[in-house]
């Protein structure tokens, strides 16, 4: 459980200092999530992670972060269930904004709409009254797949969060997601060329997708194929 003061002067665990790393006794080095990935191994320190967390006002139990933090490196798609007010959110936000440098670039948060019955809230949609013209979402989640696969950068962490998840259904607007991820084919886009919209867009080992869900008469229960490409943590309060 936890209450949110200001993340907005939480310093990013990329910019510690090599003075502050050789300090650390407890600091040691992590792949993502296959050592035979492109991405960069990189330093992470869980100890020091926490301390920045904590330092927004927020109030988790250690090990809640260390669950969440383990279970991204595990499968980057993780779902956090709990009543409404329990803290799924902040914690998502404030971990994401500890470990970008470009809170801009690297983040998306999403809130999830009650009539999304496709792809097109995410993914966007040719645009049949105009030639070789692609409409992207407002959201910015289609931009962060496209930043994200860059190979400049593939060793950068980006961080997709879906807010209340299950208000509409999984399956329908999140497919082509759950597909990529359980099959690692490229998610096709369209047939155009000369845009700055790929054909097809991946989801690259450095995307990390975190959904919240509130468990009530208003929203939706998952199928197994959800359940079974993520990680679930519930929250207690």
Known sequence: ???????SNISPLCNRSKKDKDNDSNYFEEYSHDKSSSIVQSEFDILELGSIIDST????????IQRYAYSLLTKPFVILSGLAGSGKTQLALAFAKAMVEDEEKQMCVVSVGADWTNR???LGYPNALKDNSYVKPENRVLDLLIESNKPENSSKPYFLILDE????????????????????VNIPLWKGEGYDVPQSVSLPKNLFITGTINVDETTYMFSPKVLDRANVIEFKV
């Open 57 to 64: 006002g927020l109030i988790y139990n250690p090990l809640l």
């Open 1 to 7: 459980e936890g209450l949110i003061k200001d993340t």
């Open 120 to 122: 097109e809230p995410l």
């Open 165 to 184: 998840m299950n208000l509409s259904y999984v399956e329908r607007y999140f497919a082509d997601f759950l597909s990529a991820m359980e099959s690692h």
